[in-house]
Each structure stands twice: as C-alpha cells, then as structure tokens.
C-alpha cells in the first residue's frame, strides 16, 4: 500500500513523579474505597508530583530523555510545543520555560490546550510542520499535573487523575516509519461535560482560589460521548487509509479508565493483546497518558519496525483525535 510518511518518532522520554498515591492512600482522604475505585476506573494508584515542582520543571527531564534517546541535540531542535492543561502560569508559556530548561536555542515555542487530547492534536501540528517544511525537528512535551487542580473532596474525580510528563522527538520520515495520517476534532457544545475554571478572564485566579480551581466532569454523559467519539474516529481514520483494525499491531488509547478503554475496544472488535493498557498504574494524566503509554509500550517491545500503532484521544473542549504511525 503506497502511504505518504510524514513526521518520523526518532526519541521518547518520560519523567515520573517519585510520590505513589496508592487507593487505600486516598481512603484517608475522601470517603470511598479501594473496591470501589478499581471497580469504577481499574485505578490502583497513582503519581503525585511534589509541591515545589512546577509543570515544566516536571517536563524538563522527559524532555531531555527523548532528546537523548534521538541523538539530536537541543540545540538542533526547530519548534518546541508542550501539550498541558496545567501550564506555570499564564505566561510566557511552558513551552518556553521548557525552552530555557533544555538550553535549546532560538525557535519558536508554544502552549498546546486540547486538554486529554493534547498529544493527538500537537502530534497533528508536528507533523503539518514538517511535512511542510515549517520544521525539521520537533520537541513535543505533554506535561501535566493534575493534583493542583482537582477537588480533593470529590471522589468521583479526585480517584481519577494522575500527575506525569512524557516527550517525543519528530523528524522527517525516512521513507520507511512516520506518520501515515493524524486526524484532530472538537465540539464545544459539550464544553460543560468536562471542564476547570479558575485562572482565567472569566473567572480570575484569585476570585477561585479560595473556592478552588476545580476539575467538573459529568461522567455518565462524557462516558457515552468518548466511546461514541473515540470509537468514530479510529473507524474513520482506518478506512480513510484503507486498513483494518486487523492491520493494526498495537492501539494506544487515551487512559481515561478501563471501562472507556474496554467498550472502545468491544466496539472495534479488538483483541485484548492489540490494545496497551497502563491506567492501572498512573490513572489519567491527560495529555501525557497516551506519550507515556508510547513509552512502556516500546520499552515492553510491542511495537517493532514496520507495524502499525493507533493512538485515540478524547478530553474536554469535548475534543478528540487518532493517529495512524508505522512504526
């Protein structure tokens, strides 16, 4: 099958916070229990970066494993984008805090918002860049921590969420692995699904603090509309480039929760070792779940030259997203 390659993985990193939060940890916390949260979401436990670690200071490390892993130097790098929902501040962005952590030179360096759906979306834009020559090589940082900004007296959300940070590096295709196609989507008709205010025009900092800057999800609602959407989308992007989801080696979806993972999974009629599952382990960690899931699953060799990985995403906004890549 004639495919046109784009952008090309060539690096991967991730950075873990060392603090387990484990699900007897959280029943000190909230009123639920282990049972219950393993039962709803196949959580166990997860990462919990410390109080004087910022989002870019959590992506740093990553960051530089990925470029270590390439063999490009920071230096070499063209564009640097960082995927979060929890950025530092207002600005300058992550991104460049990133920059400067890195010691890369002058290029351009942004913030990304797609919320859980922030790797799709900047894996889209990595790759439009360097198949348009805009760039020859990508830093891409998902980095998140979502501990600052849930309801620790919530339990249907607090259970949830993870902190965590992953990278890759992209370059030009060599003719043999890169990115077969990516495909990114919203709705903001569903923006009251899934949302966190606080930090904003509308609601400024310090008018929210005090009450929190709190993650809101409406989980029955969004459960149906991200396997509906996530399920659409890997369909849509199989049959666009003339695959199956026999063709597919490996699907990494995002690590929302098991139950979402398994009834996307039902729906395209997967079978279970095609599907990379670490929810387990690290919860949701947003836009870093589906980078740092990459990363074990290479680690792990399960995917190897030549196969085909689907990556699928959904997050608030409500936005969605797949990538198609041969490995």
């Keep these: ?12 990193g991730r950075n873990l916070p060392s603090k387990v939060l484990t699900n007897k940890d959280i029943e000190n916390i909230v009123e639920t229990t282990e049972e219950w949260i393993v039962s709803r ?3 166990k436990e997860r990462r919990i970066a410390d109080a004087n670690v910022s989002t870019h200071e959590l992506g740093i490390p990553a960051a530089k494993e990925a470029l270590a892993t390439s063999g490009i ?11 979060t929902s929890t950025p530092d501040k207002m600005f300058p962005s992550t991104a460049c805090l990133i920059q400067e952590g890195i010691s890369a030179g002058e290029c351009p360096a942004f913030d990304l918002l797609a919320a859980c759906s922030g790797f799709t979306y900047g894996l889209k834009v990595a790759d439009s860049f360097i198949r348009s020559g805009g760039a020859k090589n990508v830093l891409l940082v998902a980095s998140e921590i979502y501990s600052r900004i849930i309801n620790w007296e919530d339990r249907s959300t607090c259970v949830l969420f993870g902190d965590a940070a992953a990278a890759v590096v992209l370059a030009p295709s ?14 903001g008709k569903y923006g009251d699904l899934l ?7 509308r609601a400024p900092a310090d008018s929210k603090l005090s009450h929190g800057y709190y993650l809101e999800m409406k989980g029955k609602e969004t459960f149906k509309v991200a396997v509906k959407r996530m399920t659409d989308v890997s369909l849509a992007i199989l049959e666009k480039n003339g695959y199956t989801a ?4 490996l699907v990494i979806p995002h690590q929302a929760n098991i139950r979402i993972i398994h009834a996307v999974s ?18 949701n960690t947003s836009a870093a779940s589906v980078p740092l899931a990459l990363y074990e699953a290479l680690e792990e060799g399960r995917l190897r030259e030549g196969d085909i990985a689907l990556l699928v995403t959904f997050g608030g906004g409500l936005t969605w997203g797949a990538s198609l890549i041969r490995w």
Aim: charged share 25%; with cysteine.
């Design 246 to 249: 026999d063709d597919i080696k």
């Design 195 to 201: 949302s966190a205010g606080g930090a904003g025009a």
């Design 266 to 283: 039902k729906a395209l009629k997967l079978e279970e070792n095609k599907v990379f599952i670490n929810v387990q382990k690290y919860g």
């Design 73 to 83: 130097d920071a230096t070499d790098i063209d564009l640097i984008i960082c995927a």
């Design 174 to 187: 060599n003719g043999k692995s890169g990115v077969i196609d990516s495909t990114i989507y919203s709705d």
């Design 1 to 12: 099958m004639s495919e046109s390659l784009g952008a090309r993985i060539v690096g991967v």
């Design 41 to 43: 979401s196949g959580i």
